[in-house]
């Protein structure tokens, strides 16, 4: 049984478990407030859940969940305003980011005993984490305005330690790790650009420009090509096809309005389509990843921000904030097939 696990952010959070096979709810589990992201280990076992809380009632504390039992089995305090969280491929170790100015941190939990065994200090305002595909190195993009920020930390799995700090362009928003794992794109919103590094040296090998407010990552599965959402504040957003072997631009498709730009892309499991969410809007847009073109758009809910993909790539499932609910398409006819009601749906995954 494939199981949907929905954040939903609210003052007292919550989880919501849906059965993928019949779209139905089975369980509701209580978190901490105001909850923002979620990671499922490999074995599907736990999950685990960043609440933020607020400044006159913080959260700084992770939710971990089993699964089985869909039931709070620990709670885990970390670092000031964790907003990131990331499980290592061997789900030995989870990493959560600690984006306020008072931390500035990673903590590291041991998904064994459910405590934090390391407190990484990385640059200012830590915004996301990657961990490499063999799970050797984490890097991370430290948005800050100071000396320390338009940085990327680079942290040793094993040492739990800050091996590098690669500077990049203006506020780097998302690491992601080529699915070779010999390279990490880095979005740079105010730079226009993406800086490529290279995981052996840590080095900026190439910069490749891209349209206005680069965000949203992927790569396809192959590895061939990265598509990258470019929000282009106050006009049309667009997706930007950047040749991976080659490092430059070989396709622009322009997506959404001025009101409704581009915000997260995700490709399915096979690599022949992408879906791409937007900003404010009701729409999710699918490329045609062979033909670089738009071949369907999904009327949805409103302010959609988060989507994945079931495992086997058979559904996609889409968070609508503002109508507090989930749509389910099918990604062979490209349509929404049911709806389900949440609370502010935030994050999603998947066991």
């Known amino acids: 049984m494939v199981l949907a696990y929905v954040v939903n952010r609210q003052d007292i959070g919550t989880v919501t478990v849906i059965d993928t096979k019949t779209h139905l709810i089975i369980g509701t589990v209580i978190v901490g407030r105001l909850p923002r992201n979620i990671a499922i280990t490999p074995d599907g076992k736990h999950a685990y859940v960043t ?3 607020t400044d006159s009632d913080p959260g700084d504390t992770v939710s971990v969940i089993d699964t089985k039992t869909h039931s709070v089995i620990a709670t885990v305090f970390v670092g000031d305003f964790p907003v990131n969280v990331v499980i290592a491929p061997d789900g030995k170790t989870t990493f959560v980011i600690n984006s306020a100015l008072t931390s500035s941190s990673v903590s590291v939990i041991d998904t064994k005993t459910h405590s934090v065994i390391a407190t990484v200090p990385v640059g200012t305002s830590p915004n996301r984490i990657a961990t490499a595909p063999n799970g050797k190195l984490a890097y991370v993009t430290n948005v800050g305005s100071n000396l320390q920020g338009n940085t990327v930390s680079v942290i040793d799995v094993k040492t739990l330690s800050v ?11 998302i690491p992601a790790f080529t699915p070779d794992g010999k390279l990490v794109y880095i979005t740079n919103e105010n730079s226009n650009n993406v800086s490529v590094i290279d995981t052996c040296t840590h080095s900026v090998i190439s910069t490749v420009g891209v349209r206005n407010n680069p965000r949203g990552i992927a790569f396809t599965p192959d590895g061939k090509f990265a598509y990258i959402t470019n929000l282009n504040n106050g006009s049309t957003g ?11 631009l070989i396709g622009t498709v322009p997506i959404g309005n001025n009101n409704d730009r581009p915000n997260r892309v995700v490709i399915t499991p096979c690599g022949n389509f992408a879906y791409v969410t937007t900003v404010n809007g009701r729409i999710v847009t699918v490329i045609d990843i062979n033909t670089q073109s738009i071949i369907a758009t999904v009327q949805v809910g409103s302010l959609n921000r988060s989507i994945a993909f079931t495992p086997d790539g058979k559904l996609a499932y889409v968070g609508n904030i503002n109508d507090n609910s989930i749509s389910v398409i099918d990604v062979k006819s490209h349509s929404v097939i049911t709806t389900v009601s949440t609370r502010a749906p935030r994050g999603i995954a998947f066991t």
Not at 238 to 248: A, E, P
Request: no cysteine; net charge positive.
């Open 51 to 53: 609440n933020t809380g």
């Open 163 to 173: 091996i590098a700090t690669v500077t990049v362009g203006l506020n780097p928003r």
């Open 238 to 248: 667009s997706i930007s096809v950047i040749d991976v072997k080659t490092h430059t």
